[in-house]
């Protein structure tokens, strides 16, 4: 099945000219393969081939100016390409996916959670549980080295 080749979006460039045609007819391309080269007073880009197969005719020569949508080649596709293309647009739509949110387990931590938690399990309203009135303290009531030494009141 015989394929069109146009030129895809180029940016904001148009009448840009061909420095380099890699192809000729008769030659076999895979998907995504450089075609020609274009320069631009900005840049150098390389156009690649949407398709795979092979190349019919070549529509451009090296010197020529195209713009976006301009007829490159026709390439002839491998019989397989085009199965899988038609069948893709035959393809019902795939069904809704499950957001991860829905997807993964809730967790939780800390005094918030353990809040929420008792509440779900039917502890009753938020407001009667109250977060612990001060915050745990990590100041120990003697040095450290008291108990590597024997106390004043073991003395």
Sequence with gaps: MPSEVRTPNIGDFSDVEIIEVYV????????????????????????????????????????DRISEGDLLLIVEEEAGAAAAKEAGAEKPAPEAVQPVAEAMPETRAGPAASAIDAVEAGAGDRAVIAPPSAPPTWASPSPWWSVLTPSAASA
């Design 24 to 63: 000729k007819a008769g030659d076999h391309i895979n998907k995504e393969d450089s075609i020609v080269a274009l320069e631009s007073d900005k840049a150098t880009m390389d156009i690649p081939t949407p398709v795979a197969g092979t190349v019919r005719e070549v529509k451009v020569k090296l010197g």
